[in-house]
């Protein structure tokens, strides 16, 4: 089956910028959607179709998807950004929802 | 707003049953695909169940299959998720979500979640 590879862990010093992959085979010929969550809360949306921002999410969040490799990444990081952050694509062959393992942001 | 609230959880026996609701508001909630997503204590997320629009198409992980039943009663803009013979393993926080393609022609995404309902599993 499908697996979606993500890094358990990203630091970053406020101000630069976070970079938080997502691997898997191919994933460049599929959609990715990305979501946010902070401590105690649900998900949120905040890039879907590889680089799509939703209405209301800042223009610091940017998505791309090639190869084998979807990154999303976070300009000029702020402590407000520190949260888990999860890639998700749609497995054709079984008709659901795949994520990956999440990655934890940590704003220095 | 557009808002889901989900209801139910609580603490149960291993092999005990459990129903779960999610209150859709705010949007036209026959229009949409819905999900159930679970998500154990500190751990990632997991897709549970799906279930579309007029609730013809129903879907489920191999891990509940057989055990869990999803439903909906769109005159009552509401989505359930009826559980059986529950393990050690089902206990986690489960969120309703909302699917749907951002743009037409887009990939569906889970643009709305409910707050989450925690359900435990123990003796």
């Known amino acids: 089956s499908y697996v979606l590879t993500?890094?358990?862990s990203v630091s970053v010093?406020?101000?630069?910028?976070a970079r938080i992959t997502c691997g898997g085979n191919k994933?460049?010929?599929?959609?990715?959607?990305?979501?946010?969550?902070k401590?105690?809360?649900?998900?949120?949306?905040?890039?879907?179709?590889?680089?799509?921002?939703?209405?209301?999410?800042?223009?610091?969040?940017?998505?791309?998807?090639?190869?084998?490799?979807?990154?999303?990444?976070?300009?000029?990081v702020e402590a407000g950004d520190e949260a888990d952050y999860y890639c998700q694509v749609w497995d054709t062959n079984n008709s659901h929802p795949l994520f990956g393992g999440g990655t934890k942001l940590t704003v220095l | 707003q557009v808002q889901l609230v989900e209801s139910g959880g609580g603490l149960v026996k291993p092999g005990g049953?459990?129903?779960?609701?999610?209150?859709?508001?705010?949007?036209i909630f026959s229009d949409y695909y819905m999900n159930w997503i679970r998500q154990a204590p500190g751990k990632g997320l997991e897709w549970v169940s799906y279930?579309?629009?007029?609730?013809?198409?129903?879907?489920y992980a191999d891990s509940v299959k057989g055990r869990f039943t999803i439903s909906r009663d769109n005159a009552k803009n509401s989505l359930y998720l009826h559980m059986n013979s529950l393990r050690a393993e089902d206990t986690a926080v489960y969120y309703c979500a909302r699917e749907s393609p951002l743009i037409v022609g887009g990939t569906d995404a889970f643009d709305i979640w409910g707050q989450g309902t925690m359900v435990t599993v123990s003796s």
Not at chain 1, 13 to 17: E, F
Not at chain 1, 27 to 37: A, E, F, L, P, T
Not at chain 2, 17 to 27: I, P, T, V
């Open chain 1, 27 to 37: 994933i460049g010929s599929k959609s990715v959607q990305w979501y946010q969550q």
């Open chain 1, 39 to 76: 401590p105690g809360q649900a998900p949120v949306l905040v890039v879907y179709d590889d680089s799509d921002r939703p209405s209301g999410i800042p223009e610091r969040f940017s998505g791309s998807n090639s190869g084998n490799t979807a990154t999303l990444t976070i300009s000029r």
């Open chain 1, 13 to 17: 010093a406020p101000g630069q910028t």
């Open chain 2, 51 to 59: 279930i579309s629009s007029g609730g013809s198409s129903i879907y």
């Open chain 1, 6 to 8: 993500q890094p358990p």
């Open chain 2, 17 to 27: 049953s459990l129903r779960l609701s999610c209150a859709a508001s705010g949007f």
